[in-house]
């Protein structure tokens, strides 16, 4: 929070307008110095200042505690203008230490100036501190105040664009490691967007209205995002008709009409069509027009893009694969159980809903989504005499009916596939209880595996929500109750808790996954 001795002011006063204001991101500049004549004059030299098209917003602090605040709440400031002697001789060189290494801002870029060398000799600084140049202010002229911070925001900028670079890389190796994921098709997508932002040098402050993109899908007749940036971020889902200009889609309908990728203007649609088929399109409008060297690098890029999507859907066609070889033997024991295959589909979807609430991570709860139909696996062994007796199961009956969880964990455990060892798990867990009073170990507590604890709640759920051919099913104010009675003995108490909370969420599914009517 800034204080009576601190503040941030625009580089043109107040003439900056509006839409300006919102469309163009500054250059922050920090200025540190406990003389208000130097905050004064350093103004007045750069109010007029540009670089790359994009004006300066000043920040003022009088000491090195305000250094240290300052660069705490605002760490994407580009220069930082820094006094060396202040309420200690030394307090500016503390703060580069603290923001190196406490804050571990590797990009600012620093400069110090200091009105008396002799307690701060330059070769000693420059050898121990990490600052990018030092300046006496007795030879530090306005052309030459300009020149200082013209090659610190220019080495800022490269740093920035390097930065990007290994997001984007960082993001595309991410989405190559977990192919398997249901979600890494657009994962991989967004990566390749940020790297091709970084190959452009269209840095995330430059024009926020401009430096966008997304990638879109052919379905059906429309074309649909399924992931963006900067403005499309939040439009996943929604068609280019309803989310662009005139201009963009005449721009994007043109390269599908001609298949083939568009560099245009500031503006670059790329065009990928899988080996099975599959049309995918890249959209990035920049702030700039694209050079023949951008259309160049985009080329090469393009070609292990293609690459990455063949690769990319390759995978997720498996993991469709894997999901309907779960839901096909789980449904074949369903069906054995005289229960319907939606069941497990909605048990599935709870599952993966109440993994993703828990904090799990995506892989876990996509993992969970794939391995719960297979909880009840083990009623293959158990006589339909037995599944479907209307009334209460004698003693000898509910043996072999508990038996079935330790029949579902063998059937599964000794595969290698992730998918079955985790089912081996739900299989052979969830009839456990909170409280230790399940079956078959008798594990209490958080002894039991996070996905058994989750599979059962979810389970209990739908399976009371829906008619069973010896029971009616109940109302939801009554399983509701049932629930809250049931925690922290039947249940995990904090997974009752996340699912009673977001209970619409759970109840959503239920309804877009019915039951088929009965003839």
Same mark, same amino acid.
């Given at each position: ?30 200025? +540190? ?31 090195? @505690? ?8 605002? %760490?994407? $400031? ?15 060189? =503390? ?18 100036? $200091? ?15 990490? +600052? ?14 300009? $020149? ?20 984007? *890389?960082?993001?595309?190796? /991410? ?65 280019? @008709? =309803?989310?662009?200009?005139?201009? /963009? ?8 009409? &001609?298949?083939? #990728? ?13 080996? &099975? ?20 690098? +985009? ?13 990319? *859907? ?8 894997? @999901?309907?070889?779960?839901? !096909? ?8 159980? @005289? ?21 799990? %991570? ?10 719960? %139909? ?10 339909? #005499? ?13 043996? /072999? ?12 455990? &000794? ?40 599979? !059962? ?15 009616? #099913? ?9 629930? +809250? ?18 209970? %619409? =969420? ?14």
């Amino acid at each position: 929070m800034m204080t009576d001795q601190d503040h941030l002011v625009f580089a043109s006063d107040n003439s900056l307008n509006i839409q300006e204001s919102i469309e163009i991101a500054l250059w922050k500049v920090m200025v +540190i110095d406990d003389d208000n004549d130097v905050h004064s004059l350093t103004h007045m030299v750069l109010r007029e200042y540009q670089f790359e098209g994009r004006k300066l917003a000043f920040i003022f602090g009088h000491s090195g @505690q305000d250094a240290k605040r300052l660069m705490e709440e605002h %760490p994407d $400031t580009a220069v930082l203008l820094l006094d060396v002697v202040m309420e200690r001789e030394e307090a500016g060189l =503390e703060a580069v230490d603290y923001i190196r290494h406490t804050l571990g801002n590797r990009f600012v870029r620093i400069i110090l100036r $200091t009105g008396q060398p002799g307690r701060a000799p330059e070769q000693r600084v420059i050898t121990q501190y990490d +600052i990018n140049d030092y300046k006496e202010k007795t030879e530090l002229t306005a052309q030459k105040l300009m $020149t200082a911070v013209t090659a610190a925001l220019r080495a800022y900028r490269d740093l920035k664009i390097i930065e990007q670079n290994r997001r984007g *890389l960082e993001k595309i190796i /991410i989405a190559t490691q977990s192919l398997f994921e249901i979600h890494s098709l657009q994962k991989l997508a967004t990566g390749i967007l940020i790297q091709l932002v970084a190959l452009l040098e269209l840095e995330d402050g430059a024009l926020y209205v401009h430096s966008a993109g997304f990638a879109a899908t052919h379905d059906k007749d429309d074309l649909t995002l399924y992931a963006g940036t900067g403005l499309y971020e939040t439009m996943i889902g929604k068609t280019v @008709q =309803e989310t662009t200009q005139p201009e /963009i889609i005449a721009l994007v309908h043109r390269s599908l009409q &001609n298949a083939e #990728s568009i560099c245009e203007n500031n503006c670059y649609v790329g065009y990928f069509r899988t080996r &099975n088929g599959s049309l995918n399109l890249l959209f990035l409008q920049g702030n700039k027009p694209l050079t023949p060297l951008d259309k160049k690098l +985009i080329g090469i890029f393009s070609k292990n893009v293609a690459l990455a999507f063949d690769n990319a *859907l390759t995978n997720q066609e498996l993991l469709e694969t894997q @999901q309907e070889l779960t839901f !096909s033997l789980g449904a074949a024991v369903d069906s054995h159980a @005289q229960q319907s295959e939606y069941h497990l589909r909605r048990v599935a979807a709870s599952a993966r809903l109440l993994a993703r609430l828990a904090g799990l %991570p995506e892989e876990d709860a996509e993992l969970i989504w794939l391995a719960a %139909p297979l909880h009840d696996l083990g009623k293959i062994a158990v006589p339909d #005499s037995i599944l479907t007796k209307p009334g209460r199961l004698s003693p000898e009956e509910w043996t /072999i009916m508990q038996a079935h969880t330790d029949v579902g964990a063998r059937l599964l455990k &000794n595969n290698k596939q992730r998918v079955l060892q985790a089912g081996a798990i739900i299989a052979g867990m969830h009839h456990e209880q909170w409280d230790g009073k399940g079956y078959p170990s008798g594990l209490n507590g958080e002894e039991i595996p996070i996905f058994a604890r989750i599979t !059962s709640l979810v389970d209990v759920f739908d399976t009371l929500s829906h008619d069973r051919h010896y029971e009616r #099913s109940w109302k939801i104010d009554t399983i509701i109750d049932f629930i +809250i009675q049931n925690r922290a003995t039947l249940f995990d108490p904090r997974l009752v808790d996340l699912f009673l909370e977001h209970l %619409p =969420e759970f109840q959503a599914i239920q309804t877009s996954l019915p039951n088929p009517a009965t003839p």
